[in-house]
């Protein structure tokens, strides 16, 4: 930068900067609605994808504005490092909060995952896409992270199985397994070891490709398995309970939506850990 350019950048006001005088914090101040390219450290392999991305920080009383600029250059200088994961995520926050002087702030990131799955007896493989969520809040003294996926799976209906002749209605489900991790045993979770408890616990999985003899098997696994959607929650959180100290759990909500196959709405179901 040459000396004309430094001295029209100084002449140039910094309004965000100015004084306020109203005496009013504001306690998130951001951008959201940002969709930017994501290299994820997948189990599988560093995956390619693209994220929705929401970042904001706590305004001080005296302050008229945030530099909303320093967030897009956040996540520009994120492309040129190393792929995501959740520990990069931890570092991510705590860059956020130095670029913008900021006392506290979050960062939230959703993007698809794609996981190749085999077919449970022709051994076909596919990919399947599962929705995962990133979130970081606090302070750059205390930070916690937090992982959510979201996995579709087959439910079957108990009641329908017990009342009728031949037969049970069942229906696509989502399973959402939501997280809040210990931040000094981040590499002891995965999105895939949530998403394997998810669909361990369903009354069958789903997959992108089946054979006839591997539709059969998932239509009479789901007739042997079947689940309310109490059911679904319930068994994912005793799941989680009793892995939770091995990957690092805090707290857990567990969420399950089935879209009903003979009625025109949902029923759906929540359970959360009591420190939640």
């Not at 792929?83 to 990069?88: G, S, V, Y």
């Not at 981040?186 to 999985?205: N, R």
């Not at 309970?241 to 029923?267: D, K, L, P």
Request: overall charge negative.
């Amino acid at each position: 930068m040459n000396t004309r350019e430094l001295g029209q950048n100084l002449a140039i006001p910094d309004v965000q900067g100015y004084r306020d005088q109203r005496n009013l914090a504001i306690q998130r101040v951001g951008v959201r609605g940002l969709q930017y390219p994501l290299r994820w450290r997948a189990d599988q392999g560093i995956q390619h994808t693209v994220m929705q991305a929401a970042l904001d920080v706590a305004l001080p009383a005296d302050q008229k504005g945030t530099h909303m600029s320093r967030f897009i250059a956040l996540l520009q200088a994120l492309g040129d490092g190393p792929a995501l994961d959740l520990e990069a995520m931890l570092k991510l926050h705590h860059d956020m909060l130095d670029r913008l002087q900021a006392p506290q702030g979050q960062i939230e990131l959703r993007f698809p995952l794609f996981l190749k799955k085999t077919a449970p007896v022709s051994g076909v493989e596919s990919l399947l896409d599962y929705q995962i969520a990133l979130k970081t809040s606090g302070s750059l003294n205390q930070a916690y992270c937090e992982l959510s996926v979201m996995a579709p799976v087959t439910s079957l209906c108990p009641c329908s199985k017990e009342v009728s002749a031949y037969g049970a209605h069942n229906q696509r489900s989502h399973l959402q397994i939501e997280v809040r991790l210990d931040s000094t045993k981040l590499k002891l979770c995965s999105a895939e070891g949530l998403i394997e408890i998810a669909e361990s616990q369903a009354s069958s999985e789903v997959y992108g490709l089946l054979k006839r003899v591997d539709e059969k098997h998932v239509t009479e696994r789901a007739y042997d398995n079947p689940k309310f959607v109490e059911d679904l929650v319930r068994d994912v959180a005793a799941s989680l309970q009793a892995t939770q100290a091995h990957i690092g759990v805090i707290a857990y909500c567990v969420r399950a939506e089935n879209f009903e196959s003979i009625h025109n709405h949902s029923a759906w179901a929540e359970l959360r850990s009591p420190n939640w």
